[in-house]
């Protein structure tokens, strides 16, 4: 009997871990994704406005 609550013991741990290893991946992923999601944004805003920057005339004599 002992060995039986033993293993149940060692099972609920088990699946402690499994929960929790889980749970922080799917917390990494959701921080990637929004990351992910800011930096899109961010370039894709900075490369709107280098395009409606008018280019500045090079001096040929420099």
């Known amino acids: ?3 039986s609550t033993k293993q149940h013991k060692t099972e ?3 699946s402690t871990r499994i ?3 889980l749970i922080l991946g799917l917390a990494c992923f959701a ?4 990351g992910g999601i800011f930096v ?3 370039i894709g805003e900075a490369l709107s406005t280098l ?4 280019p500045v005339q090079v001096d040929p004599l420099r």
């Not at 921080?31 to 929004?34: P, S």
Request: charged share 5%; glycine share 10%.
């Open 40 to 42: 899109g944004q961010t």
């Open 51 to 54: 395009q409606t920057i008018s």
């Open 19 to 21: 929960a929790a290893g």
């Open 31 to 34: 921080a990637v994704l929004t």
């Open 12 to 14: 609920t741990k088990s």
């Open 1 to 3: 009997m002992a060995s």
